[in-house]
């Protein structure tokens, strides 16, 4: 099975400007999930989407937004951008949520956008 | 709230020395564990986890990881580096009965291995 795809790999934006990245999920993987990875911050959750909706949310500004279409891809849109969002995005895929048994579910990395701002 | 604690930042060793890296993790309930490793210029790849059963979990490239539930520790081992275990390794938790995606990442070790 193919891995976990995203793109661009590379961006360069200025400040103000915004950016939509994209990720392709394993095949069968319902589940996306979107990180931001920084030297200061480490590895932080931004949100989940499974079956287009969002199903859980971390700690960022409403700046930041994605979405998920019926083949399972997601976007991830950041608007108004600052400095401190130069950083590696990560996507991750999952083949599906918890369920009342507990979540036993792995999640599998893609290459990362690296994410400049200017 | 949950946390991940890595206390080594960065580790040196000499190829053929055995390896430990420590993760404790601060959670009362049900977890599952991870170790994620990420070589220079690569994406994140899973090493090994832990859900239920044996506490001894033996992952890809000779590594292996304990529970230790009493200690809230979850600790990688491999009895004898390479020089192509430079990397950065990532302990990871989630809670059981949150979603996959709620997972909390500790603060990473960088692992230099000299030739």
């Known amino acids: 099975k193919a891995g976990v795809t995203q793109t661009p790999r590379y961006l360069i934006k200025t400040r103000g400007q915004q950016v939509t990245l994209s990720c392709s999920p394993i095949?069968?993987?319902?589940?996306v999930s979107w990180y931001q990875q920084t030297p200061g911050q480490g590895l932080q959750f931004l949100f989940e989407?499974?079956?287009?909706?969002?199903?859980n949310k971390g700690n960022f500004p409403g700046r930041f937004s994605g979405r998920q279409f019926s083949n399972s891809r997601s976007e991830m849109n950041v608007s108004t951008l600052e400095l401190g969002d130069s950083a590696l995005y990560l996507c991750a895929s999952s083949s599906r949520t918890s369920g009342r048994t507990g979540s036993t579910d792995t999640q599998y990395f893609g290459p990362g956008t690296r994410l400049t701002v200017l | 709230a949950q946390s991940v604690s890595q206390h080594n930042h960065h580790v040196i060793l000499s190829e053929a020395a055995s390896l430990e890296l420590g993760c404790n993790y601060s959670?009362?309930?049900?977890?599952?564990l991870f170790w994620y490793v990420q070589y220079p210029g690569q994406h994140l790849q899973l090493l090994l986890k832990?859900?239920?059963?044996?506490?001894l979990v033996k992952g890809i490239k000779g590594f292996e990881a304990e529970f230790i539930k009493s200690k809230f520790s979850f600790n990688l081992r491999k009895p004898s580096v390479q020089w192509s275990d430079t990397a950065e390794y990532f302990c990871?938790?989630?809670?059981?009965?949150?979603?996959?995606?709620?997972?909390?990442f500790g603060s990473g070790t960088r692992l230099s291995i000299r030739p």
């Open positions: 959670y009362g309930g049900t977890v599952n």
């Open positions: 832990y859900f239920s059963g044996d506490p």
């Open positions: 989407y499974f079956s287009e909706t969002q199903r």
């Open positions: 095949s069968g993987h319902r589940s």
């Open positions: 990871a938790v989630n809670e059981r009965y949150s979603s996959a995606s709620k997972i909390i």
